[in-house]
Antibody, heavy 121, light 108 residues
Framework: QITLKESGPTLVKPTQTLTLTCTFA??????????VGWIRQPPGKAPEWLAA???????RYGPSLKSRLTITKDTSKNQVVLTMTNMDPVDTATYYC?????????????WGQGTLVTVSS | SYVLTQAPSVSVAPGKTARITCGGN??????VHWYQQKPGQAPVLVIY???DRPSGIPDRFSGSNSGNTATLTISRVEAGDEADYYC???????????FGGGTKLTVL
């Protein structure tokens, strides 16, 4: 059973950079076809896809935040890191790490528990 | 980008059948995935590729996709099915996954 867990700050100030880490188990980003990504969900709203990284280091970003996001992986540590620059109060959301099925026509079959990030001064 | 439209809420009595729809232009040409999210919890995949069920999901959950509407059907609804349900597809034009706005299922 794949498990994913997010870690990072719960509170960031406007203009700061957010760094979130996803640590996963029973999954290896050195295995062909494997992908791990991030999805966020503002309170009371629908999920929004942010980014994904694949076993071959292919990286995909959602269109609305592409310029602010960087996703990287550390295969030896079973970790994926997402950074988001220039945080704003509208970025307040629960951020989920997900296992990505497929490279195109993707869906998400395992989700972490999520971490609530609040942006406030 | 591709737009998915869901009704904000659906209500159903216990034991009855709930149908939650997801509208999109020619959605039948896309694969639709459905997620269930209970309060305070992460979403859970309940249907993928229109009608496939992950292991552990009861067969009361089923999916279909035709024309401009995909449907998640929950038979013999239970109190524990009360949740938000989101549909999701892959937008081949933008090359991104897209979520619907969600439907809150209330069990009366």
């Amino acid at each position: 059973q794949i498990t994913l867990k997010e870690s990072g700050p719960t509170l960031v100030k406007p203009t700061q950079t957010l760094t979130l880490t996803c640590t996963f188990a029973d999954l290896s980003l050195s295995t062909s076809g494997v992908g791990v990504g991030w999805i966020r969900q503002p309170p009371g709203k629908a999920p929004e896809w942010l980014a994904a990284i694949y076993w071959d280091d292919d990286k995909r970003y959602g269109p609305s935040l592409k310029s602010r996001l960087t996703i990287t992986k550390d295969t030896s540590k079973n970790q994926v890191v997402l950074t988001m620059t220039n945080m704003d109060p509208v970025d307040t959301a629960t951020y989920y790490c997900v296992h990505v099925r497929g490279v195109r026509r993707i869906y998400f079959d395992y989700w972490g528990q999520g971490t609530l990030v609040t942006v406030s001064s | 980008s591709y737009v998915l439209t869901q009704a904000p809420s659906v209500s159903v009595a216990p034991g009855k059948t709930a149908r939650i729809t997801c509208g999109g232009n020619n959605i039948e040409t896309k694969n639709v995935h459905w997620y269930q999210q209970k309060p305070g919890q992460a979403p859970v995949l309940v249907i993928y590729y229109d009608s496939d069920r992950p292991s552990g999901i009861p067969d009361r959950f089923s999916g279909s996709n035709s024309g401009n509407t995909a449907t998640l059907t929950i038979s013999r609804v239970e109190a524990g099915d009360e949740a938000d349900y989101y549909c999701q597809v892959w937008d081949s034009v933008s090359d991104d996954p897209v979520f619907g706005g969600g439907t809150k299922l209330t069990v009366l």
